[in-house]
């Protein structure tokens, strides 16, 4: 109780206890932040917020976005995001001890030093703006921007701990509902090609792009006319920005299958192309999903390390030389690793992670949300 002392008189620990509950139900993403926006209002008051979940290797976003405001900036939101230089982004937060943030703070009192404020917050009659992002074992999950009016007080030094608090328990949630959402079997599918001008409007789409398409997750925010996940890459790759042409991240559809989708810019021909960007939807391969299943299933950085070993047939006694372990230590790594992921032995490991389309949420997963089921075996 100590900890939470100086919170007792403002309803943090009821709204903690209240999010906690709610991200421990394994509920989809938009379910989880239409209700986190309501317990968390009870401890750290705002008008309105934003709310997005993140592919952890590419930090772009993936269907699902929430916006809470009723206006239709939220193309201008995102482009802010991935394309302006400006501060508390997304990227620099979790890179943070503390992933979390208020504009007020960071700018020194004056966020007209900020271009979102500026070009959005402050036209919408906002002020302070929090941003947060969800992170447990050092991986990304989700997000939000809570912004105040600009006649409100800024958000204070509490308000940004309780939200740091707050922070790892809803990275767990949105990393349960992953979880339990399971992945249908990657039935043989064409990719799906659309071409986007340099706006991000369609010029034109292959009917099996318009299908992958409404399968995805409706955003809930106006003024998109493509999902937020698919504008950002294809304006991280469109010739007005820098970068090397090719943006890669993984989209989900709404009954549980994974898709890779890749943005690249098109190359003019003549007076014709130039702008224009190429996004292609596809499903999966199984090894492109390897590192998004290690860190649904919580693995430690030294259990990662351990099972690229596995997965390149080097004998345990190798593996344990070359990390400097013994035999023992490296089998009771291996345990754990094989209780995480639902397997028993190497070969089932390697099925799960590179030769078949991994079932994300195991049997054991299922029957306990979160829980590893309870597994031994060899590593060879």
Not at 281 to 309: C, F, K, M, N, W
Request: glycine share 12%; hydrophobic share 40%; net charge neutral.
């Amino acid at each position: 109780m100590k900890e939470w002392s100086r919170h007792s008189g403002s309803g943090y620990r009821a709204a903690y206890d209240a999010i906690t509950r709610v991200c421990g139900q394994g509920q989809p993403g938009s379910d989880v932040f239409a209700q986190l926006a309501g317990q968390l209002r009870r401890a750290v008051p705002f008008r309105t917020g934003g709310w997005l979940r993140l592919d952890p290797m590419t930090m772009l976003p993936m269907p699902g976005l929430l916006l809470q405001a009723g206006h239709d900036r939220a193309r201008k939101i995102i482009h802010n995001e991935y394309f302006e230089t400006d501060v508390v982004k997304f990227r620099d937060l979790a890179r943070q001890p503390v992933p979390v943030q208020t504009l007020w703070r960071a700018t020194g009192g004056e966020p007209d030093r900020s271009i979102r404020y500026r070009t959005i917050l402050a036209g919408l009659g906002y002020g302070d703006e929090l941003r947060a992002v969800f992170r447990c074992g050092g991986t990304a999950w989700g997000a939000a921007c809570l912004a105040r009016a600009a006649t409100d007080p800024p958000f204070s030094q509490d308000d940004i701990s309780f939200v740091a608090r707050a922070c790892e328990p809803v990275a767990r949630g949105l990393r349960l509902s992953h979880l339990l959402a399971g992945d249908r079997p990657a039935d043989p599918a064409p990719p799906g090609v659309l071409i986007l001008s340099g706006d991000g409007s369609v010029i034109s789409q292959t009917d099996t792009a318009q299908d992958w398409l409404a399968q995805l997750p409706a955003d809930h925010a106006r003024g998109l006319d493509l999902p937020a996940a698919i504008l950002s890459a294809a304006w991280a790759a469109d010739p007005a920005h820098p970068g090397d042409g090719g943006v890669s991240g993984r989209l989900r559809t709404a009954t549980g299958r994974w898709l890779r989708l890749h943005a690249a810019r098109l190359a003019p021909a003549g007076a014709q192309g130039g702008g224009q960007v190429a996004v292609i939807l596809e499903p999966v391969r199984p090894a492109d999903l390897s590192p998004l299943v290690l860190d649904l299933h919580g693995l430690t950085d030294r259990e990662r390390q351990i099972t690229q070993l596995l997965l390149r047939g080097l004998p345990t006694t190798e593996i344990a030389e070359t990390l400097f372990i013994s035999r023992h230590t490296l089998g009771d790594h291996v345990k754990a690793i094989f209780a995480k992921l639902g397997v028993s032995s190497r070969p089932e490991l390697t099925a799960l992670l590179l030769d078949r389309a991994p079932a994300i949420a195991g049997p054991g997963m299922r029957q306990s949300a979160g829980s590893p089921i309870a597994s031994g075996g060899d590593a060879d």
